[in-house]
């Protein structure tokens, strides 16, 4: 039986809450994202950046305990990016990662987006929810030049620059259309 086959794991004990970071929360996403940085699955940043883009992450609470974060990171007028969207090891399973991504789109269709971007290795995750692997590149010859003027990594990853291989190396560049 595949994982998509298998019924869902009971929710831990205890109450879910999906709500915008505050920068109190920056502590708490540092501790989530090291693991999986340590792994070579999440880039690891300067906590000064995630106080940047603080405003971009939500935070999944349990109970009062941050279990999981994930960041909508805006690229165009109609695409943005699902960035580092990490689950503590202990809720994996409980449907943490499904209801902070249900809530980046939300906040994607209140923005005004019809397109979502993920740099992942965890593609099944992703496909279930409605991304698709993309090869070349999936805007117009404008807006690509538009782009390349960007000095955010996560633009020259959507764009599949050179420059940004050895980081990536591995990942799968996904599209979901909403």
């Known amino acids: ?34 693991p999986l940085a340590e792994r070579r699955v999440l880039l690891n940043k ?4 995630y106080y940047e883009s603080v405003g971009d992450f939500v935070v999944a609470e349990l109970d009062g305990e941050v279990v999981g974060c994930g960041a909508l990171h805006v690229l165009w007028e109609d695409l943005g990016e699902v960035r580092t ?10 449907g943490v990662g499904s209801a902070l991504l249900d809530r980046l789109v939300a906040r994607a269709r ?14 099944a995750f992703f496909s279930r929810h409605g ?9 117009d010859p404008e807006v ?23 980081n990536t190396l591995g990942n799968t560049r996904m599209l979901r259309v909403l």
Do not use: N
């Not at 209140?110 to 593609?123: H, I, Q, Y």
């Not at 991304?131 to 805007?139: D, K, N, R």
């Open 1 to 34: 039986m595949t994982a998509a086959e298998r019924p869902p794991l009971p929710r831990p004990p205890g109450s879910l809450a999906i709500r915008a970071a505050r920068t109190a929360d920056v502590r708490a996403i540092r501790a989530l994202v090291a």
């Open 46 to 49: 300067e906590a000064v950046a």
């Open 85 to 94: 969207l990490a689950v503590h090891e202990s809720a994996l399973g409980h």
């Open 110 to 123: 209140d923005l005004g987006l019809s397109r979502l971007f993920c740099l992942t290795f965890e593609t």
């Open 131 to 139: 991304f698709e692997p993309i090869e070349g590149q999936a805007v």
């Open 144 to 166: 690509y030049l538009e782009l390349l003027r960007s000095y955010d990594e996560g633009v020259a990853e959507f764009l599949d620059l050179e420059r940004v291989k050895p």
